[in-house]
């Protein structure tokens, strides 16, 4: 078969039926995706290690950010926290800092999080188990079977949104709706076993690269949802209480209402929920970040 990046996209899977879930062109579909990372595969520095600590990184900070973003603030993180043992013993304050421009600032107290629990239940090891690794904080399913995959090259069988297009624009072609559930059987025949950390690279990249060439497969994915606008939203108001604290140490609860220009009840209500989620902490009438 030729590999040409044209046959890449219009390929659909040969002889797959959807209603008996078989998949005949196993070895074409590997061969086919496999060349095209290949030709086509992103460089990027998480791809150059299999450390389980940076490979945890990584995979958090890719939860929610571009890649483009994530390949500007992995290395700033890997450096000012380079291990497990520095992470946990990093000060709130410090990791923020090292955060800021990410966004979805959980993920970092989430990471420390995970660093402690490394540090003081695994002896500093991150366990070569997704079922384990599902039960950190932060870490779903599918963050858990990557880890698994990438630091470990586990044969694993995980979904996330780039693999999900890839197996809805080759198999579904002509579905209005595709559930999961249809996919994952794909995911578990396809996969190449002889190297997963590569297979799922390579499916990534080719998902990534069928966002950009044709109508996102992924709006006929029964689990599909726009994410909502961030300007104005919650989230905003959120990172820039814990930006002004980051610079300021301390302010009082009156003065951080004038200084976001919001509804007094509104940014109470997220103060509120900052401190119960041990971001900040509150001293006397105002807020400084969690020691």
Aim: aromatic share 12%.
């Amino acid at each position: 078969m030729k590999n040409s990046t044209t046959n890449v996209f219009n390929y659909h899977g040969h002889g797959y039926s959807p209603d008996t879930g078989s998949c005949p062109g196993i070895q074409d579909f590997q061969e086919l995706v496999l060349s095209y990372y290949y030709e086509h595969g992103r460089d990027m520095a998480w791809r150059h290690t299999s450390d389980p600590y940076q490979i945890l990184v990584s995979e958090i900070m890719l939860q929610q950010t571009q890649v483009e973003r994530v390949t500007i603030k992995f290395p700033e993180f890997i450096k000012a926290f380079p291990d497990f043992a520095a992470l946990a013993h990093a000060s709130l304050e410090n990791v923020l800092s090292v955060w800021q421009g990410m966004g979805y600032n959980r993920r970092a107290v989430s990471l420390q999080k995970c660093a402690v629990k490394v540090m003081t239940e695994y002896n500093g090891l991150l366990p070569a188990d997704s079922d384990i690794l599902g039960t950190f904080p932060g870490i779903g399913s599918a963050t858990a079977s990557s880890i698994g995959a990438f630091a470990f090259n586990m044969p694993v069988v995980f979904i996330e949104t780039n693999i999900r297009r890839v197996f809805i624009h080759f198999f579904f072609p002509y579905s209005a709706t595709v559930h999961d559930a249809e996919i994952l059987p794909l995911v578990e025949q396809t996969l190449y076993r002889t190297n997963p950390r590569i297979w799922y690279w390579a499916l990534m990249d080719l998902g990534s690269a069928l966002k950009k060439t044709c109508e996102n497969p992924n709006r006929r994915s029964a689990h599909y949802t726009k994410q909502s606008p961030f300007e104005g939203s919650d989230r905003e108001i959120r990172g820039s209480i814990l930006k002004i604290l980051l610079k300021e140490h301390f302010m009082e609860e009156g003065e951080l209402i004038i200084r976001l220009a919001e509804d007094h009840r509104r940014i109470t209500r997220i103060l509120r929920t900052l401190e119960s989620e041990g971001f900040i902490q509150r001293r006397g009438d105002g807020y400084c970040l969690t020691d």
